[in-house]
């Protein structure tokens, strides 16, 4: 990690985040549910059986971008995010499911995204959503690598993403809230972990 700056409570960081995987083992896709592919796209038939071109990409945890709908590069509205993120988000052709993201082209380096995390839903902005859909972009050829401005609803964040797929997220971060864990339940997670404790 490292701190560019501060402004008040707020510190300019950016982080690490590896190297981004793409493809269906990254997300462990089942690839008797893809559709077609063409060259490196993939397609997966919607929930109204429309095409849905995706790009899969681990960041440490499993997204698919959606770079299009019916083979275009708009359709990503609030709407589309309602029907296409819980579909996709539990896929049966997924193991464990995944966060997704709708995402576009903005310009040479910018992109605008919405966002469906799995387990939670319509979600304003996300560092590893941000990463993924810069991450598509580049390895879709949408974008060239370089410094991408990913913007979503709840603000931007600067993803690098270089030819070998090598990410380093930037943005603002501050504090929000503090608080304490007892030591009862710091020990009941503890004798937990790597468990399945109630």
Do not use: Y
């Not at 990503?76 to 819980?86: I, N, V």
């Amino acid at each position: 990690m490292i701190v560019h700056g501060r402004a008040g409570a707020v510190h300019d960081l950016s982080v690490e985040m590896g190297i981004a995987r793409t493809g269906p083992p990254a997300v462990d896709l089942n690839v008797g549910a893809i559709s077609r592919t063409d060259g490196m796209r993939i397609f997966l038939p919607g929930p109204a059986r429309e095409s849905l071109e995706i790009v899969p990409v681990s960041i440490g945890n499993p997204h698919l971008v959606v770079v299009g709908v019916d083979g275009k590069s708009t359709g990503m509205t609030e709407f589309q995010l309602a029907r296409l993120g819980p579909f996709l988000a539990g896929h049966a052709a997924l193991e464990n499911g995944a966060n997704v993201q709708l995402a576009v082209p903005d310009g040479l380096s910018e992109c605008r995204a919405l966002i469906w995390e799995r387990g939670v839903g319509r979600t304003a902005a996300s560092g590893t959503s941000a990463c993924a859909v810069a991450v598509a972009m580049v390895s879709s050829g949408q974008l060239s690598p370089c410094e991408i401005a990913v913007a979503m609803p709840g603000g931007s964040l600067s993803v690098t993403v270089s030819s070998d797929l090598d990410v380093v997220l930037r943005g603002p971060v501050e504090e929000v809230c503090e608080g304490q864990i007892s030591t009862r339940r710091l020990a009941e997670m503890t004798r937990c972990a790597g468990q399945d404790c109630a």
